[in-house]
């Protein structure tokens, strides 16, 4: 069975710490993995990642893919009281799997 | 650009009752998809189509139906509301060669009573 996991499932940091997020899969025909914010509404993109070792980079934000260990990481730098949200992880085969997310929380 | 719009945006049901949330892309995607979502879990696959006339079950069908005669609507039926169907909906859309990108739309809070 396809499945795709995060973790941890809730963070609490202090703004200025640096964070990362974890997403392991485990489908068929995999195509890529995407990282999404979600605050109040809709997700929003972040990354789309489809080769190894090959890092994204947005701000404070990065990500990198292994596809060999079938996981991604999710690195935020220097946190701001605006990155609390839950980030899910999503992998997209034949359709779209997604995780159950990261709640992360920054304090002031 | 208008992307992916849902209707209603909220909706309160009482047990028993049908209704049918709406899905339209103007991005002429081939691959649509209904999540739902429920408080503070992640998004939960229900039903996604790879094309006009083609439409598959996802992780949590039950309850639910869909029908794709077009490219850019998707709707999703819910036949006999349940109070386990209380949650928000989000529909989307993504283009078909690998890689891509998901595009959601603004979900429809939806609760059974």
């Known amino acids: 069975e396809d499945k795709v996991v995060q973790s941890p499932l809730s963070l609490v940091v202090h703004e200025g710490d640096t964070v990362t997020l974890n997403c392991s899969y485990e489908?068929?025909?995999?195509?890529?993995l995407l990282w999404y914010k979600q605050e109040k509404k809709a997700p929003t993109f972040l990354f789309m990642l489809?080769?190894?070792?090959i890092e994204k980079k947005s701000g404070r934000l990065s990500s990198i893919l292994d596809k060999k260990e079938l996981f991604s990481i999710l690195n935020i730098t220097a946190t701001q009281t605006g990155d609390s949200a839950v980030y899910l992880c999503?992998?997209?085969?034949?359709?779209?799997?997604f995780g159950a997310g990261t709640r992360l929380t920054v304090k002031p | 650009n208008a992307g992916v719009t849902q209707t209603p945006k909220f909706r309160i049901l009482k047990i028993g009752q049908s209704m049918t949330l709406q899905c339209t892309q103007d991005m002429n995607h081939n691959y649509m998809y209904w999540y739902r979502q429920d408080p503070g879990m992640g998004l939960k696959l229900i039903y996604y189509s790879v094309g006009a006339g083609i439409t598959d079950k996802g992780e949590v069908p039950n309850g639910y139906n869909v029908s794709r005669s077009t490219t850019e609507d998707f709707p999703l039926r819910l036949e006999l509301a349940a109070p386990s169907q209380t949650s928000v909906y989000f529909c989307?859309?993504?283009?078909?060669?690998?890689?891509?990108?998901?595009?959601f739309g603004e979900g429809s809070w939806l609760t059974v009573v």
């Open positions: 489809t080769s190894s070792g």
């Open positions: 999503a992998v997209n085969n034949n359709d779209m799997r």
């Open positions: 989307a859309s993504s283009y078909s060669t690998a890689g891509n990108t998901i595009y």
């Open positions: 489908v068929t025909n995999f195509r890529s």
